[in-house]
């Protein structure tokens, strides 16, 4: 039975080095590790002042694949050398880069739904889903576009389980605009701190105002201390030091499910750990300062970093239904107990957990009270006070520090064990990292706008059900070739390696 006929398509542009390295490199691991096996290897180099076009490159790439009679192809980042990976064919798409030979300075991350770096599929299957968007420029995207491509495709893919926890009962919806729960304000930070909140973002809507997407689930404003869900798909939780300085913990990419997040904020020792379901996700400490003195603050938020600023509220969308404040650190034992519990309350015993005096702060959606409060109102005459009815959120710890609900609605919950998502098949193959300046989401910021239309893009798309993949990918990929030539840098042992510069 004969050998299936690879092309590895490498999008190029500005790096010269990195491009002699890497066929240098690859050609030595196909001379020493892969014999008897010689692939034939697509530079394709963008020769223009346009934003970087890297899906639009490939779809190139797979097109030239094709004239040379590939059977498979492997889309293939510049800045990873393979160290040990089966480049073998398979019908089922693969995402083969998922373990690095990295150092602190570069470093990749692998989230579950990860397809870039190197990324295998069939003839056959790549087109069945019309390749890649030509339409996302600058960084980022392409290859989620990709993986949502396969799934609309009935490509196979295989699938990411996440245990959940929630309960059958009352919950609090928040609708993204205006909803919010304002509780006043009585805590000491300068003290140990565990916040427990248990929520279900709903489905990610972007601001294209905005340079990032937060949905605070509760927040203390100013440089707000607040636990978020946003546009990365990442769970966070941050505070600031009286230094200004930000000390976060945030989880990696994960969908939008039922959460019980329980954060200990120790002050004193100075290190935050932050749990998710139950599950140890991440840590920080600092060295210097101290938690910034949030308490000046007259009220903290459920559902919005502060809404009264015009800028920046933070607005959730989603559900809560409990939330809970310790003045102690709780336990990795408790935490695990009331993170995972399918009934009970916290002013109960959930086997290790046991309520005490620590609990300053506890709400269910389930117990809530109308009362009558003065408001200040203006007509003609001037200003008058009148009796208005306000929905409070009772206070179940005693304190009786209850939370006036705005604009929020009390639906019923019905329990979710877990949360499937879909997420490519995967080879194990390691590679050794080439260091570049990253391009990407850096530091809190993009390096290029360009990266967050891409992301307003891609929102658009799959909260729309769009199917764009019927005219934009292979079948819409215009280009002009400005040179071709056949390129060869001296490895151990000769690969076909062609360039094709063009115009995108």
Known sequence: MSRKKLGIIVP???????????????GDYFATTVKNFRPYIFVV??????????????????????EFGCDYVV????????YNVDYS???????????????????RTINDDYFGGVTLFSVDAFRKINGYSNKYRGWGFEDNDLLYRCEKNGIKLDEQVYRSYSENGKTISFNGKNSHIKIPNNYTYARPLTFYASFYPSDIKCDKDEITDEYAVFAVPGEDLNLSYNSFRTYKFEAFLSSNEAVSVTSKTLPNMPCRAVVTVDSRNKEIYFYLNGIKIGKNRWEKYGIKKYNTEPYFYLGVGNPKRKLKQKWFKGNIDEFATFNRILTEEEIRDIST????????NIRRYKPDDSLI???????????????????IGGRYNELDTELQLVDLSGKNNHGSIHNCKIIENKHQASTKIKIPHRRRGKYKLIPHEEQGYTLGYWKNWKSRINQLRYY???????EEYLEDGLSSCRYKVLDEYDHFLGANYKIDTKVISIRS
């Not at 702060?361 to 009362?371: C, F, L």
């Open 460 to 466: 658009e798309i799959i909260n729309s059900g769009k």
């Open 361 to 379: 702060g506890y709400y269910r959606a389930d117990t809530t009270q109308e009362v009558k409060v003065e408001t200040s109102k203006s007509n």
């Open 12 to 26: 190029y542009r500005d790096r010269p080095g990195q491009l002699r390295s890497f066929i240098k490199g690859i």
């Open 341 to 348: 519990k399918i009934s009970g309350k916290l002013t109960d």
């Open 75 to 82: 889309f293939h980042d510049i800045d990873m050398l393979p």
């Open 45 to 66: 180099e963008q020769k223009d002042t346009k934003d970087f076009n890297r899906g639009k490159l490939l779809n190139v790439g797979f097109l030239k694949a094709e």
């Open 89 to 107: 064919f398979s019908e089922t798409p693969l995402q083969l880069a998922n373990k690095f030979d990295a150092t602190e300075q570069f470093t």
